[in-house]
């Protein structure tokens, strides 16, 4: 018999983070499911430690690989391939799933047919422990997409039907970094309904090595285009506005010393 939820993940040189990461789905109090692992071209041991637990848990995980590095969108959608389960959830090669995550969110989809898709909140936290908790929507609108992406990518849980409906990720330059809200963009052009629970079930990691790999300025300019182009295909008022403050406010952020950026953010530390 399948599992329930297939588990994707795209891999890359995240090798000292992902072993805590594949764990917290070990002890997961729900374990009717299966892990799709992608390696997308790293050039560190990543792809010994996901063949670690291939070998261990043979039953429980799959590793694939890019011969080249193809980002994130394409190797998703490489993983969607094999995701021949109900649930498709989404994890992070360098973050942490909370021991209720995967039971929490099926027993909701399970008892919701209108929505879905379920995603909740993140917990941040660095190499000094926690220090933000997120907030979100219990259920966004398409007036919601102005203020940016509705629903946090890694702790989500879709019905397979429906990444399916709508063709998984795109995959172009200009969607790069934002997968993720463009995604969400056509499931909700194409009528699909998704929530967000009020409890935090997983742990993003956010540190000096996260927020190297942010965005550079091709990417917050393809951005720029991507969020006109999808407050535009909503029928959404004043369509450059949002973008034009999002792209400038992100670019600021880019930008700041890593002691400044650690300054403020470590005003909202536990």
């Not at 040189?13 to 997961?28: G, M, R, V, W």
Request: glycine share 4%; hydrophobic share 30%.
């Amino acid at each position: 018999m399948n599992p329930r939820i297939s588990v994707i993940m795209g891999i890359y040189n995240c090798a000292p983070t992902l072993a805590e990461a594949l764990d917290s789905l070990l002890a997961q109090t729900y374990q009717d499911f299966k892990v799709i692992m992608c390696d997308d071209g790293s050039s560190d041991n990543t792809c010994d430690v996901a063949r670690r637990y291939v070998d261990n848990y043979p039953e429980k995980f799959i590793l694939i690989k890019n011969e080249r590095n193809l980002k994130l969108a394409t190797t998703l959608n490489r993983c969607l391939e094999l995701a021949d389960t109900e649930y498709t959830a989404r994890m992070d090669g360098d973050d942490i799933s909370l021991p209720e995550r995967f039971e929490t969110q099926i027993s909701f989809l399970d008892s919701h047919s209108e929505y879905s898709l379920v995603s909740c909140p993140m917990i941040y936290f660095d190499e000094n422990g926690d220090y933000r908790t997120g907030a979100a929507k219990p259920e966004p609108s398409n007036e919601d997409f102005r203020k940016g992406t509705p629903y946090c990518h890694a702790p989500v849980l879709v019905r397979t039907s429906v990444y399916k409906a709508v063709d998984g990720y795109t995959a172009n330059e200009r969607t790069e970094r934002m997968e993720d809200y463009y995604l969400w963009y056509k499931i909700h052009r194409a009528g699909f309904r998704g929530y967000n629970l009020d409890v935090p079930l997983y742990k993003m990691r956010d540190d000096r090595n996260a927020r190297a790999r942010r965005t550079c300025f091709r990417n917050r300019w393809n951005g720029l285009k991507t969020d006109i182009e999808i407050l535009k295909g909503l029928n959404l008022p004043s369509p450059y506005t949002y973008p034009l403050f999002h792209f400038i406010a992100g670019t600021l952020g880019q930008i700041l010393p890593y002691s400044l950026y650690s300054m403020l953010r470590n005003r909202y530390r536990k």
